[in-house]
């Protein structure tokens, strides 16, 4: 059983940076698909960044060059560094992860087993 816990997110203004973390439990770091999706009010589920066990990361146009999706293994932690903070950024964050490789990008993930409760990240002007 795969246990993800979000945390990290806050309010900060536009042009800033944020951190989110995802404290993760019960995967195998020898195959998995870890990754970050996001809601605003009114509009559908987004995915952002997806990392696979093998290294290989995959964005959404929209946050490549200001995101970057990490994992601390030792720490079993997924983290989410957000750069260049935009207001269209703005949303509930949701880690999201199967025990076993991604397969696809993240444009054309959508369906994961396990999920965080969420935590909201504000971008105001």
């Known amino acids: 059983q795969v246990e993800l816990v979000e945390s990290g997110g806050g309010s900060v203004q536009v042009g800033g940076s944020l951190r989110l973390s995802c404290a993760a439990s019960?995967?195998?770091?020898?195959?998995?698909?870890l990754a970050w999706f996001r809601q605003s009010p009114g509009k559908e589920r987004e995915g952002v960044a997806a990392?696979?066990?093998?290294?290989?990361?995959s964005y959404v146009d929209s946050v490549k060059e200001r995101f970057t999706i990490s994992i601390d293994n030792g720490k079993s932690t997924l983290y989410l560094q957000m750069n260049s903070l935009k207001p269209e950024d703005a949303g509930v964050y949701y880690c999201?992860?199967?025990?076993?490789?991604?397969?696809?990008?993240?444009?054309?993930?959508?369906?994961?087993?396990?999920w965080g409760q969420g935590t909201q990240v504000t971008v105001s002007s």
């Open positions: 999201a992860g199967q025990s076993y490789a991604c397969g696809a990008t993240i444009e054309t993930m959508s369906y994961f087993p396990y």
């Open positions: 019960g995967y195998s770091d020898s195959s998995y698909c």
């Open positions: 990392l696979d066990s093998d290294g290989s990361a």
